[in-house]
Nanobody, 115 residues
Framework: QVQLVESGGGLVQPGGSLRLSCAAS????????MAWYRQAPGKQRELVAT???????NYADSVKGRFTISRDNAKGTVSLQMNSLKLEDTAIYYC?????????WGQGTQVTVSS
């Protein structure tokens, strides 16, 4: 069992930056994939970025070159550095931890990009 708690959301102007953090209730060495998802109003939840236990990283096309995912297994954290934010990045951002047959979600943190 893993509990995930996100933090770092808020209101930012277009072009600004935010750093999201997700703290797990234990170390994450054994978690195969950690990821960030987001869900905008009226839309389905979508994958933003993933990072595997071996360090392999993937990004959604919409955030490539702007967002950076990282993880610290000893601390049990995964972070998302978001730069050059756009209006369309507005969403609730969720942390996810997954192993085969198991998946865990945080409660989400709101990111609002607005002028």
């Amino acid at each position: 069992q893993v509990q995930l708690v996100e933090s770092g959301g808020g209101l930012v102007q277009p072009g600004g930056s935010l750093r999201l953090s997700c703290a797990a209730s234990r170390s994450t060495f054994s978690i195969v994939v950690m990821a960030w998802y987001r869900q905008a109003p009226g839309k389905q939840r979508e994958l933003v970025a993933t990072i595997t236990s071996s360090g392999r990283i993937n990004y959604a096309d919409s955030v490539k070159g702007r967002f950076t995912i990282s993880r610290d297994n000893a601390k049990g954290t995964v972070s998302l550095q978001m730069n050059s934010l756009k209006l369309e990045d507005t969403a609730i951002y969720y942390c996810n931890a997954a192993n085969p047959g198991l998946t865990y979600w945080g409660q989400g943190t709101q990111v609002t990009v607005s002028s």
